[in-house]
């Protein structure tokens, strides 16, 4: 069953550090592109940054640019975000999905779940 799941959500203060995990299960992750996106209440989902299947190429949404940092690790078959100097605005639930490159939901067609991320003081 190909499955992807995502972790490390929760609630951080303003200026705080999270690291999500995206683990993939029954298919092979490298052969993916991933995106990591975000909805939060009332608004729509949006791209927050992609990999490439090699890892060589990422992108990043200009709210994020300089702050969070995109990786993979396909021998663990696991993509990262590691989120830095986070602030209130980034507050949503934020989903990691598989499909081609780019920060367009419909280039992806595998998602997973979602982790909740707020930043509260």
Known sequence: QLQLVE??????????SLRLSCAASGFT?????????????GKEREGVSCISSSGGSTN???????RFTISRD????????QMNSLKPEDTAVYY???????????????WGQGTQVTVSS
């Not at 052969?31 to 909805?39: D, E, K, P, T």
């Not at 990691?96 to 595998?110: N, R």
């Open 29 to 41: 992750l490298g052969y993916y592109a991933i995106g990591w996106f975000r909805q939060a209440p």
């Open 96 to 110: 990691c999905a598989a499909g081609a490159y780019g920060l367009g939901p419909a280039q992806y067609g595998y």
């Open 7 to 16: 972790s490390g959500g929760g609630l951080v203060q303003p200026g705080g």
């Open 74 to 81: 396909n021998v663990k078959n696991t993509v990262y975000l």
């Open 60 to 66: 990043y949404a200009d709210s994020v640019k300089g």
